[in-house]
Every structure is written in structure tokens, then in C-alpha cells.
């Protein structure tokens, strides 16, 4: 059964691989799945054939044959756990990857993604200043506790997994970055999961529709 994504027709980041499809991309290239990306405007988010697929008019969704799935983080976890190379065999492992699958979305990631949104929609307010610095404190928060758990190790827990592959997506938005390269572990982190195939081919294909969208 072909499996079929959605994502931005007209991506607001410009091609940077930060659009949240970024992350089933890059985990359909680590296993090996082939794939077809249906592309959304930002006016079909929110029509009822989208929403039916993903109730709050976001991407990406995923569908194989009668599955439909939305929110990238359930999309990453059904593809590691059909498909080896994602999460490890032994039980233990298995469970601490996924809670840093979880750490990701869960601690690491709303501090970064409010601020990226206060530097977008909240600048121009009398409290933008105040705001992004108590976002900034609590992300270098995250941040000191998050490089002193990986130390001088090359992925979070053992070899290369889900975690690490949402993990490096989310600190993505932080890259070249004050905030990021104040902890040169976890900038060469990120490095290592950009320099991954799998990601590099994720990055292209999702680039190319930026770059399409652009010449059109």
C-alpha cells in the first residue's frame, strides 16, 4: 500500500526543512519506505476534506490504505515501530527511546516553537521584550540540562533513533543561533543527524517544492 503525506504547498520556512513533515520525511528515509506527498494549501487546511484527515487543519498527515494518522510525533513512533532501524530491539532501549521521543515534543520543543512565533507575530508588542527573554531562560534551561545529559556521546541513548531524529528536528529551529552554539555538543549534534542520507534526501525532496513553488 503507498503511503501518502501531506505537506505545505507554500512552506513559511522557506525551504529551511523546519515544516513538520520535515520529520516523516526524514523517518521514511531511514527505513526505506517510498512515499507520495499531496500538497495543501493554506485555504484546503482548513476544508472539510483536510480537517477530516487532521481535525485542527494542520500537517502533515500520513495514510496507508485505511490508516490515517495525524500529528507528527504519533506519524514517527507508527513508523518506527513497523519498521526496523527506528527503535532498538531490546525492551529497555526501546522504552528510553521513546521517552526521548517524548522529551522532544514535550519539554524541549514548546519553549522553542513560542519563541520562534513571539519573534513573528509578537514583536511589534509592548511586551515582546520581557516575553522572548523569559522563553530565552527557559529554553537555556532546557538546553544546559539537555547537554549535559548527552555529554561528549554521539546520539541520546546508544545508536541513532527516534528520539534523536525528533530531537534534532526541533533543535533545528535554534540552529546558528546564540542560544544553540552556547552548547558546542549539542550544535555538533544537530550536525550529525543533518549529515545523515536519510535526512539529506528529506531535505532535498522537501526543499524541491520550496524551490518549485518559488519559480512558479
Known sequence: ??????????????????????????ALE??????????????????????????FGQIPTYEEGDLALFESGAIVFHIAERHAGLLPQDANARARAIAWMFAALNTIEPPIFDRALATILERNEPWYEQRLHS??????KRLTDLSRRLGDADWLDGAFSAGDLLMVTVLLRLKGSALL????????????????PAYISAFAAQLAIFTAASAG
Open 1 to 26: 500500500m503507498t503511503i501518502t503525506i501531506t505537506a505545505f504547498e507554500r512552506s513559511p520556512d522557506r525551504g529551511r526543512g523546519l515544516a513538520r513533515d520535515m520529520r516523516v520525511r526524514w
Open 30 to 55: 531511514e527505513v526505506g519506505e517510498p512515499y507520495e506527498v499531496r500538497l495543501v494549501s493554506f485555504a484546503k487546511l482548513k476544508e472539510p476534506a483536510h480537517r477530516a484527515l487532521q481535525p
Open 135 to 140: 522563553l530565552e531562560l527557559t529554553i537555556g
Open 181 to 196: 552554539d552556547g552548547y558546542p555538543n549539542l550544535a555538533a549534534y544537530v550536525a550529525r543527524g543533518e549529515a545523515r
